[in-house]
């Protein structure tokens, strides 16, 4: 995996390629740019530099009748740590799922352990180079039959907003790439840097990758029927907030209710919601404070640090101690057990 660990004082930021394949979809290319360039490190310097390119350098022309002009050719990919392939109609790949002869130049020049990255339906480009072989992978939801038709070979989740890998990911469509980048800046950098970016393009922090793509109701509720008073007073007190009886209680509403309302407004069970939000507040303290383990899992609303350590392993696949050492500041956390 890409991990990049914390280090005192800074460092150059992480070399990112967005590679611009016509008929290009201009929403998911400016995806990129915009959230990664929102993230700060703990010095407030860029924690990534991100280079626009296309196939031969020169203008790229989208779906939507005009065109993007690229800063650079195919070399620059052999710069990167990272290349990033939005969305993308090229009749080549997208019908008969195989690449251009220009694309598999351009992609000769990645060097190894390059992570390789899709927004929507770039996912046909990484699979129509082999990236995805084997692999678990997902894209838009309107797309999976004719994904599933040329890509046999890959395991399509068509339920989710992304798809981590290790050093190959890929996101659903359009607003889901969003997710996707704040899910590496996490990886990368940590939640701090993470929500930061998130305020700064004023989206919300996280919504985790196996989250359904499809909301049934998109619209959300009356202003007085919504339950934003009742998560945020979750939120305000997570350590004794330990069911969704009590989110009930707290929004006066039937259990059915509160479930169906939720969903409208954040694609998420109440359960769902309240594991995730006290898994973020746990990474938090981890970062910024010296508590214990067993204090974070108790201030997170984990109640032990075998609950929070199971999250962690689960979600993120590493251990509240080794999370500490990764993402926290110089001497923070010095020996305590997680």
Same mark, same amino acid.
């Given at each position: 995996?890409?991990?990049?660990?914390?280090?005192? &004082?800074?460092?150059?930021? $992480?070399?990112?390629?967005?590679?611009?394949?016509?008929?290009?979809? &201009?929403?998911?290319?400016?995806?990129?740019?915009?959230?990664?360039?929102?993230?700060?490190?703990?010095?407030?310097?860029?924690? *990534?530099?991100?280079?626009?390119?296309?196939?031969?350098?020169?203008?790229?022309?989208?779906?939507?009748? *005009?065109?993007?002009?690229?800063?650079?050719?195919?070399?620059?990919?052999?710069?990167?740590?990272?290349?990033?392939?939005?969305?993308?109609? $090229?009749?080549?790949?997208?019908?008969?799922?195989?690449?251009?002869?220009?694309?598999?130049?351009?992609?000769?020049?990645?060097?190894? &352990?390059?992570?390789?990255?899709?927004?929507?339906?770039g996912a046909f480009v990484l699979a129509a180079l082999?990236?995805?072989?084997?692999?678990?992978?997902?894209?838009?939801?309107? *797309?999976?039959?004719?994904? /599933?038709?040329?890509?046999?070979?890959?395991?399509?989740?068509?339920?989710?907003?992304?798809?981590?890998?290790?050093?190959?990911?890929?996101?659903?469509?359009?607003?889901?790439?969003?997710?996707?980048? @704040?899910?590496?800046?996490?990886?990368?950098?940590?939640?701090?840097?993470?929500?930061?970016?998130?305020? &700064?393009?004023?989206?919300?922090?996280?919504?985790?990758?196996?989250?359904?793509?499809?909301?049934? $109701? !998109?619209?959300?509720?009356?202003?007085?029927?919504?339950?934003?008073?009742?998560?945020?007073?979750?939120?305000?007190?997570?350590?004794?907030?330990?069911?969704?009886?009590?989110?009930?209680? $707290?929004?006066?509403?039937?259990?059915?209710?509160?479930? /169906?309302?939720?969903?409208?407004?954040?694609?998420?069970?109440?359960?769902?919601?309240?594991?995730?939000?006290?898994?973020? /507040?746990?990474?938090?303290? @981890?970062?910024?404070?010296?508590?214990?383990?067993?204090?974070?899992?108790?201030?997170?609303?984990?109640?032990?640090?075998?609950?929070?350590?199971? /999250?962690?392993?689960?979600?993120?696949?590493?251990?509240?101690?080794? *999370?500490?050492?990764?993402?926290?500041? !110089?001497?923070?956390?010095?020996?305590?057990?997680?």
């Amino acid at each position: 995996m890409c991990k990049l660990s914390a280090m005192a &004082g800074h460092r150059p930021p $992480h070399r990112v390629v967005v590679l611009c394949i016509e008929p290009l979809v &201009g929403f998911d290319m400016t995806i990129v740019p915009q959230v990664l360039e929102a993230a700060r490190d703990s010095s407030g310097e860029p924690c *990534y530099e991100v280079r626009v390119a296309s196939l031969d350098g020169g203008p790229v022309a989208t779906h939507k009748g *005009y065109a993007v002009v690229s800063d650079h050719g195919p070399d620059v990919l052999s710069w990167a740590e990272t290349v990033v392939v939005p969305g993308m109609k $090229h009749p080549l790949i997208r019908h008969e799922g195989r690449p251009t002869p220009e694309l598999e130049a351009a992609w000769s020049l990645l060097r190894p &352990g390059t992570r390789q990255v899709s927004v929507c339906t770039g996912a046909f480009v990484l699979a129509a180079l082999g990236v995805l072989d084997g692999l678990r992978a997902t894209t838009h939801w309107e *797309y999976v039959e004719d994904f /599933r038709r040329l890509f046999p070979q890959v395991e399509l989740d068509p339920d989710v907003l992304f798809v981590d890998e290790g050093d190959v990911l890929t996101s659903a469509g359009l607003g889901a790439g969003v997710d996707l980048c @704040l899910h590496l800046i996490r990886r990368d950098f940590g939640v701090e840097a993470a929500n930061h970016a998130a305020r &700064g393009c004023v989206v919300p922090p996280w919504r985790e990758g196996g989250q359904a793509q499809f909301i049934e $109701h !998109p619209l959300p509720p009356r202003s007085e029927q919504s339950t934003s008073a009742t998560r945020l007073w979750a939120l305000a007190n997570l350590r004794s907030v330990t069911r969704v009886e009590d989110l009930v209680a $707290h929004a006066r509403m039937s259990e059915r209710t509160l479930s /169906r309302r939720f969903r409208a407004e954040t694609g998420q069970s109440p359960q769902q919601w309240l594991l995730q939000a006290r898994l973020q /507040r746990a990474l938090e303290l @981890l970062e910024r404070t010296d508590l214990a383990v067993d204090r974070v899992a108790e201030e997170a609303g984990f109640g032990t640090a075998a609950a929070l350590r199971h /999250r962690m392993r689960a979600a993120l696949a590493t251990t509240p101690q080794g *999370y500490r050492r990764t993402f926290a500041g !110089p001497g923070r956390g010095a020996g305590l057990t997680g």
